[in-house]
């Protein structure tokens, strides 16, 4: 497979063979379905919580004597039938979203995630950008050349840190390093573009796991 290649400019140049050991195993939508739901089970943060009527402050005593004022017998002001009480089976901060997925799992979806880019025509290539000092108004210049039509995802070296900070205020586009990139941050985008460091150091990393 082949993607078209751009040049620091944002011109088109020549078209690029995409390395097989990155795009060349096919996706298996049931395997790229449970590592995405898993990898953002482990994002997902817990915010929602209440208390019980035993975490509730106050209702140390019986509200009213058990028997002779002809009203219902209550035990304490903090019970779940009261307003203000505690809740009764209520979400609590002690909950764990956290699902384990093994490397060999993330791989194999993150690999098939780029595979399937790759056959829509949706992995753009783009020479190494070197600028000389970090400003957002540099990379918008380039990459309002690419043949982008929709949010993208731009992957590159780690040693490209001022592209990083010029980019990270774009909207519809996110710049993260080749060591970042998960299953779910590819399929979160329609785009994927490639700089060459960026895809140097994507395919060490996959020729040593």
């Known amino acids: 497979m082949k993607a078209p290649r751009y040049n620091q400019s944002g011109e088109p140049t020549k078209e690029s063979v995409l ?3 990155l ?3 096919a996706a298996k939508p049931e395997l790229i379905h449970q590592v995405v739901v898993a990898q ?3 994002r997902r943060r817990v915010i929602a919580s209440t208390k019980d009527r035993a975490e509730v402050s106050g ?3 019986k509200p009213w004597r058990q028997k002779g004022t002809g009203r219902a017998r209550h035990g304490s002001i903090r019970s779940p039938l009261w307003v203000g009480g505690g809740v009764t089976f209520g979400p ?16 194999k979806a993150l690999l098939g995630v780029l595979n399937a880019k790759a056959q829509d025509s949706q ?8 600028i000389e000092q970090p400003k957002t108004k540099l990379v918008a210049t ?3 050349k690419l ?3 929709g949010r993208a995802l731009m992957v590159v070296g780690s040693g490209e840190k001022d592209v990083r900070k010029a980019g990270r205020n774009l909207a519809g586009l996110n710049i993260i390093t080749a060591d970042q990139l998960t299953a779910l941050q590819a399929i979160s985008y329609r785009f994927l573009v490639l700089s060459q460091s960026g895809l140097t150091e994507l395919k060490t990393k996959f020729s040593s796991t």
């Open 59 to 61: 209702g140390g005593r």
């Open 19 to 21: 390395p097989q050991e």
């Open 147 to 149: 043949p982008l039509n």
């Open 23 to 25: 795009f060349g195993q």
């Open 123 to 130: 992995v753009i290539l783009i020479d190494d950008l070197k």
């Open 142 to 144: 380039v990459v309002s």
């Open 92 to 107: 609590n901060n002690q909950r764990n979203y956290k699902q384990k997925i093994n490397r060999a799992m993330a791989r």
């Open 40 to 42: 953002q089970a482990n």
